[in-house]
């Protein structure tokens, strides 16, 4: 019988490599959920639920339902928004019988933090970015000169990434994001071409690295959409080493860039990427890997993979309007109707 796992914000790209990779290990029953009936997960997975907002009183109350209803046995967060969400929620959706795929809140709320993990790293004499906080910005723009980057804290993807080529531009980015509501920081700007996103799952006692996986990418509006997989050790073993003196446990996501043949972290995601299905495909399935070590209790390990160049490119799935209205009325959709033609 297929393991039933539950995928939050289906509509996300990173849900939707949850997806892609649990499919391909073809042994799981997918409930997909997510707040908008225009999420294309809710259409391809076993069943589909609509939900709260995560900002809203109710959202954490109805996902633990949905594990209760369904019985849930593990749930996978497609959203960076829900991750410190459903982490603080941890212990009470977890006695539901389900188990969260999540790290350590302690370990989240550094790696979520692009200041804090900056000084996690020179704590731990790890090669990163050099960064400051907006009250030393003028001082870091004589250290290192202009470009730099200019970003969110707390955000993801390319959200109010700015590169300032003077001090104006500076200042106008920093009082964006502000505006924004967020907190920003600055980065020296990492020229190099070389840029690199690794995946590490670590196993659910934070021992021991159960697969690392690298992929030197090629950036369109913040997301891969070019992608080499090839060994690339050096770049594994820093990413590895961020993993393990984090304190993590499941999946992990270290992005670097490559400077004088040093992997220089500039960013870590902890959580799955939503390159997970590329590496899923070369053989390294993470979201199955941390399911059978977190809920199955399998001591796991995947040390080789397949050298892949990965292309991506659009798709559309369809939905017949009488199914999208039952399921904007209902909040629920079954695994009929919704088709992606074969024709690419």
Request: neutral net charge.
């Amino acid at each position: 019988m297929n393991a039933r796992v539950l995928v939050t914000a289906a509509g996300s790209i990173v849900a939707q490599g949850i997806i892609k990779s649990l499919k391909l290990a073809n042994k799981y029953n997918i409930i997909a959920a997510d707040m908008s009936p225009l999420a294309a997960g809710l259409y391809r997975c076993d069943s589909g639920i609509l939900v709260p907002p995560v900002s809203s009183s109710s959202y954490i109350d109805s996902i633990i339902q949905i594990c209760k209803d369904n019985d849930v046995q593990a749930v996978f967060c497609g959203s960076d928004d829900e991750l410190l969400a459903l982490a603080g929620a941890k212990e009470a959706i977890e006695m539901t019988g389900a188990k969260l795929l999540t790290g350590s809140s302690e370990a989240l709320a550094v790696a979520r933090d692009k200041w804090r993990t900056y000084e996690f790293c020179k704590a731990n004499n790890l090669p990163c970015a050099p960064s400051a906080l907006p009250q030393d910005s003028d001082g870091f723009a004589r250290e290192f000169g202009f470009p730099l980057v200019v970003k969110p804290r707390e955000g993801y993807g390319s959200l109010h990434f700015y590169v300032a080529k003077n001090k104006q531009e500076m200042d106008k980015a920093v009082s964006a994001i502000e505006q924004a509501g967020w907190q920003p920081i600055l980065q020296k700007y990492l020229a190099s071409d070389m840029e690199f996103t690794t995946g590490v799952t670590v196993d659910r006692n934070s021992r021991y690295v159960m697969s690392s996986i690298s992929i030197r990418k090629i950036i369109k509006h913040g997301q891969t959409y070019k992608a080499f997989i090839d060994d690339f050790y050096n770049i594994r073993k820093s990413a590895e080493e961020v993993a393990l003196k984090l304190g993590a446990s499941g999946p992990i996501n270290v992005q670097a860039k490559l400077e004088d043949d040093m992997p220089v972290v500039f960013e870590i995601n902890p959580r799955f990427s939503a390159t997970c299905p590329m590496r899923a495909a070369a053989g390294v399935n993470e979201p199955d890997l941390v399911f059978r070590n977190t809920v199955l209790g399998e001591e796991v390990k995947v040390d080789s993979y397949e050298r892949l160049v990965c292309m991506r490119y659009w798709n559309e799935v369809y939905v017949p309007y009488p199914l999208y209205e039952k399921t904007s009325s209902s909040g629920r959709v079954q695994k009929d109707g919704s088709f992606v033609p074969d024709y690419f």
